[in-house]
């Protein structure tokens, strides 16, 4: 180890012209700094040795290839080093050489010399070009801060080279001292190096050394959540851990914890809305304390099933292939274009909008029209889940809502039962026989599904028992009724009624031919070459054996022939079955339904009216007799008040205009009448039976009978005046 008053050497004046060149990898030395060097190559060995041997003055200049390379590469040299003081040099027993050198000040190669193993440079030296006044002042005072920042940031670095930093008046200094200290890539520093206007060089170190700050401090951040985060799970490791060592010494079994644990996975796995996952985590933190055999705890456990294992966010893709979904539609049902146009329509506008609010519809029409399975079609069109719910004889509002937890056997209502047998928040949700939905003290259930069926409420749907907001405005809503009256106005208006009128004669027998007896061969094991039916046999079925709007009756006796051809077939009798109007008998006994209509105004007494039911339209018989007695109105038929009003009015007129009509003035005097309306026990009476019976007759005032189209000016005429006839004889 050498040492001969170094502090004399540092001054630049010592430097020789032509100095010995020492490379440097990955490392830069600034004037006035300190670095210690390992040297290993036999020529920089040397080169040392000669140096120790004189003034110990040596150039560095940083080579720009990363790996070794040999001393005599010249162009990989930078062309401005610093030169550099040894301070200390020791060797090591691998002839390794550990210097310790100091820089002294910038210069620049102007050429490389031979003649030695080393490579040496004749140099011109470099001064810095001084700046005074306050931008520089400001720029160090800017720089200084910065740096005590990083000094604060980085645990590696000593306190106290931040004053050191605060004591150094000289700007160049300054900016070299702290490019040496942060942590910037060499290249940067070369470049700090080569540049002499001190203001550029300070501004170049402000810089770097802000981008270092920043990334510094936002390391520091991620660092103290990521602490944080840890810090909380070990504690909460930590106390779960004693929790358990605390239950083992009460001897209490640790089922309920892992039952606590898997719910608490399942809450993790599930991605649950925020007001669900708060809710979850209470329910979980509460049954966490309970005991697993307390009647509490299956309340708990029964909850966090149902908010586990609902699809919040599960939904099934919607095929928006409108020929195919056509083809569905047309493949389960003949006709019901309206609604079917109405779901392409949807289908279409979905396609250009995916996000659009789905309709609210409602199948209206008298029984088996194919309303619920059209609901099942419209799901399977569209690829969505189908949901049924049957709303018929419902009464209470919990059925739809669900109880308050509070409840015991409390359970969610029938909408977020449905969901969850969905498997999916956007199914095909059918709310069937709304129409019939009743209301009494425990509440009215059409209120509720107010909301559910509100596109603008419904996307955050309270259940009582989940108690937080599901959404359901993914889901479609389909509602079936018979009749439209009974369903609230509010509820009516939110939806867009479809009508599914009855069938004709001609659309039965497509139907029949088309689905209906392909179907029944099929459940009834017969084969398409087994059994045929001809043209004539299905009207005689349809018109015999059937009085209704829809489809029922048609197929269920459809199905009573299939059975007898069946039986026929197993029992070895025939091969094959065409089924004609004269083997209809043999199935199906006698007919059923004959056209009474002939007969029965034939008599006098007898006329007709028109009615309406929810299966469809009838034919009503008014029979009128008079009799000898003394002024009474007998009217029978389970009647409603309007009828009752209705004959009684008639019977006024006709008082009033005895004489016009020709009728004995004093005719009731010695009369008793009886009006009757047969067709059994179905009670009769609505707004249509009011007395005035149809506008044509009205304005004639001369039918009185009730409910009698305009479109059937004849026979509405005609029972009347047999009615007269009846009142003139006498
Ligand atoms: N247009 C049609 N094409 C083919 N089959 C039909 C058609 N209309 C109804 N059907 C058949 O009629 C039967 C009864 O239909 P569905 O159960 O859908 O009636 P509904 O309208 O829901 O009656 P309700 O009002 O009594 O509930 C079903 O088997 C259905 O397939
Ligand atoms: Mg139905």
Redesign the pocket.
């Known amino acids: 180890m050498t040492d001969k008053n170094p502090e004399a050497a540092l001054d630049t004046d010592n430097v020789p012209e032509l100095l010995a060149i020492l490379p440097l990898f990955d490392a830069t030395l600034f004037p006035k700094m300190v670095l210690p060097l390992v040297v290993m190559q036999e020529e920089s060995v040397q080169l040392v040795d000669e140096a120790m041997a004189k003034d110990r003055i040596i150039g560095l200049l940083v080579s720009k290839k990363p790996e070794k390379v040999s001393t005599q590469s010249k162009k990989d040299l930078a062309s401005v080093g610093t030169s550099a003081l040894i301070l200390k040099m020791a060797k090591s027993a691998d002839n390794k050489t550990q210097l310790l050198v100091q820089g002294i000040g910038r210069f620049r190669v102007k050429e490389f010399v031979g003649g030695k193993p080393f490579l040496q440079g004749r140099i011109e030296k470099l001064t810095d070009v001084d700046h005074a006044g306050t931008q520089i002042e400001a720029l160090m005072s800017n720089l200084v801060g910065q740096f005590l920042r990083i000094v604060d940031l980085s645990p590696g670095l000593p306190q106290e080279i931040g004053q050191m930093a605060q004591s150094i008046s000289d700007p160049g200094t300054l900016a070299d001292m702290i490019a040496s200290t942060i942590n910037i890539a060499n290249e940067d520093k070369q470049r700090i190096l080569e540049i002499l206007d001190v203001k550029a060089r300070l501004e170049q170190v402000t810089k770097l050394i802000n981008h270092q700050v920043e990334v510094l401090e936002l390391g520091n951040k991620i660092q103290t959540q990521v602490k944080g985060d840890m810090d909380k799970r070990q504690r909460e490791y930590y106390l779960r851990q004693q929790l358990k060592a605390i239950k083992e010494e009460l001897g209490e079994t640790d089922e309920g914890t892992v039952e606590v644990d898997e719910y608490r996975e399942k809450i993790e796995e599930k991605d649950l809305p925020e007001e669900a996952r708060k809710e979850a985590d209470r329910e979980l933190n509460r049954m966490a304390k309970m005991h697993p055999s307390s009647a509490e705890y299956t309340v708990v456990s029964t909850y966090l099933d149902w908010i586990t294992s609902l699809p919040w966010h599960d939904s099934t893709e919607d095929t928006l292939d409108i020929k195919k979904a056509r083809k569905i539609l047309d493949e389960?049902?003949?006709?019901?274009e309206k609604p079917k146009r109405r779901i392409i329509e949807y289908l279409a506008v979905r396609k250009l909008k995916p996000d659009s609010k789905g309709p609210i519809l409602c199948?209206a029409?008298?029984?088996?029209?194919?309303?619920?399975?059209?609901?099942?079609s419209i799901a399977r069109a569209l690829g969505r889940e189908f949901v049924r719910i049957s709303l018929g004889g419902v009464r209470d509002e919990a059925e739809i809502r669900g109880h308050r937890r509070t409840y015991v056997g409390a359970m969610p209502g029938r909408i977020i039962q449905g969901i969850r047998r969905a498997e999916s928040n956007n199914p095909v949700f059918m709310l069937?026989?709304i129409d019939k939905v009743g209301s009494d003290f425990r509440g009215d259930p059409s209120s509720a599904l107010l909301e559910v069926l509100d596109p603008e409420q419904n996307n955050s749907f309270q259940d009582h028992y989940l108690d937080v907001p599901f959404d359901l405005s993914r889901v479609m809503f389909i509602t079936?009724?018979?009749i439209l009256d009974t369903i609230p106005p509010a509820l009516r208006d939110r939806m867009e009624v479809l009508q599914?009128l009855g069938?004709t004669m001609d659309?039965k027998l497509k139907?029949s031919q088309?689905?209906?007896i392909p179907?029944q061969r099929n459940e009834n094991g017969l084969k398409s070459s087994q059994i045929s039916f001809t043209k004539g046999a299905i009207k005689a079925v349809i018109s015999g054996y059937t009085r209704e709007a829809?489809?029922?009756n048609l197929?269920r006796e459809i199905a009573t022939i299939c059975r007898g051809v069946a039986s026929q077939v197993a029992e070895g009798k025939v091969t094959s079955f065409s089924v004609t109007i004269d083997d209809i008998y043999k199935f199906l006994g006698p007919v059923r339904f004959t056209s009474e209509t002939k007969s029965r105004i034939q008599t006098p007494g007898v006329a007709t009216g028109l009615a309406w039911t929810p299966t469809g339209g009838e034919l009503l018989f008014i029979e009128a007799t008079a009799m000898n007695g003394k002024k009474g109105l007998s009217l029978t038929g389970q009647l409603g008040d309007v009828m009752k009003e209705s004959a009684m009015a008639a019977l006024s007129f006709i008082r009033a205009n005895a004489k016009k009509l020709g009728i004995k003035e004093n005719f009731y005097d010695e009369l008793d009448i009886h009006i009757h309306v047969p067709a059994g026990a179905i009670p009769k009476d609505g707004p249509s039976a009011g007395g005035r019976c149809c506008p044509l007759a009205a304005s004639r005032k001369r039918c009185w009978l009730p409910t009698v189209p305009a479109s059937r000016k004849s026979s509405c005429r005609k029972p009347t005046r047999r009615i007269w006839r009846i009142f003139r004889k006498r």
């Open positions: 389960d049902h003949y006709g019901l199948f029409g008298p029984p088996g029209t194919g309303k619920t399975s059209l609901g099942y069937d026989e079936t009724a018979n599914l069938y659309e139907i088309k689905y209906l179907r829809g489809l029922r197929e």
